[in-house]
């Protein structure tokens, strides 16, 4: 994923450069540096890259359990941050980040949920907005993952792969979710011994709205990303990216992508691109730490679900932050 943004800010992105890379791996830190070409400085401490002059932006691209001490260092620095997704592992540590920022006056994070940028999504969002469908009261979505490591586990499904329908959703109906439950259907033959897949996963609005998402990471078949809302006068289907139908043998087909990276590359484009446009007016016109906190605690409670089989409530342990609004 780092050297995904790297490439990424060096060669599709205007107005930015990658002056600096560091990681605890060196072999990791000339990988980086060289996509980004002769000049880049190059650390082992994140804390001296953070702190480098020369460098007036960052992207955290760790692991999830590490996002926290960068994030508060960046903050400290007073350093403009794209931070990759989860903002931070557990609930508590994204309070300690937001508490951060907000004391900084400085609005400085955004987050990787790049889903908001599709251009599919942004057509579903445009049609609710319109109101010309009514209020949305139920939306089914899938995501399907060809498959997954044996390193991948459960909770994984919440964390890494169901986090993106969480974001998205609360952004497609701009209300925030109040409980979550998760059903177990029977296990497919391809999942490894420890791993609960497929999982229906189903979240619930303050104003009632339900969210059902099939989150199945070994589906073999294909990236499959669904998005289905059924709203008072119409329903709305997001589209799917343009391939073109071949007929033959009596067959209809059509491609499927196989990635993340493919399905979603000018949406992962445009979210870096508009951060970069957006710090000319030093604003954060994506999803912010707010948003990155009541993804964790949905994913918290979705967590808690899989395992208790019951309806959990989620509730904010604050109220948002007037910084935020
Ligand atoms: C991965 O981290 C992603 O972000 C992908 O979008 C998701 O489909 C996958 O399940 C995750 O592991």
Redesign the pocket.
């Known amino acids: 994923m780092g050297r995904s943004h790297i490439d990424r800010l060096t060669n599709r992105t205007q107005g930015a450069e990658v002056v600096a890379v560091a990681d605890m791996v060196d072999a990791l830190v000339e990988k980086g540096a060289a996509i980004a070409g002769p000049n880049c400085k190059k650390y082992k401490s994140e804390a001296d890259l953070i702190n480098d002059p020369a460098v007036d932006a960052v992207f955290i691209v760790t692991p999830g359990f590490a996002h926290k001490e960068a994030l508060l260092l960046a903050i400290k620095a007073g350093k403009r941050i794209f931070c990759e997704k989860p903002l931070c592992t557990t609930a508590e540590d994204c309070l300690e980040v937001i508490d951060a920022e907000v004391k900084s006056g400085k609005h400085l994070i955004q987050l990787g949920f790049m889903r908001r940028y599709d251009k599919g999504y942004n057509e579903v969002k445009a049609a609710l907005d319109s109101g010309e469908y009514g209020s949305p009261l139920l939306l089914h979505c899938t995501?399907r993952?060809p498959e997954?490591p044996d390193s991948y586990t459960t909770a994984?499904a919440v964390h890494?792969?169901a986090i993106?329908e969480i974001d998205v959703t609360h952004w497609l109906v701009n209300d925030d979710f109040v409980s979550a439950q998760v059903i177990m259907p029977k296990v497919t033959k391809y999942a490894h011994a420890e791993l609960a897949d497929p999982q229906l996963m189903i979240l619930q609005t303050k104003s009632g709205i339900v969210v059902e998402d099939e989150v199945f990471?070994n589906c073999k078949f294909g990236?499959d990303i669904n998005c289905h809302v059924v709203c008072e006068d119409g329903v709305i289907e997001m589209p799917q990216p343009l391939y073109p139908t071949y007929r033959k043998n009596a067959q209809i087909t059509q491609t499927i992508d196989t990635d993340?990276f493919v399905r979603f590359h000018d949406a992962y484009d445009d979210e870096v691109q508009n951060w970069v446009n957006d710090a000319a007016e030093g604003i954060i016109g994506g999803p912010n730490a707010w948003d990155g906190y009541l993804a964790a605690i949905t994913a918290d409670a979705l967590v808690r679900a899989q395992t208790s089989g019951k309806v959990e409530t989620i509730k904010p342990a604050q109220e948002k932050p007037a910084f935020y609004d």
């Open positions: 995501h993952n997954v994984m890494d792969t993106h990471v990236y993340c």
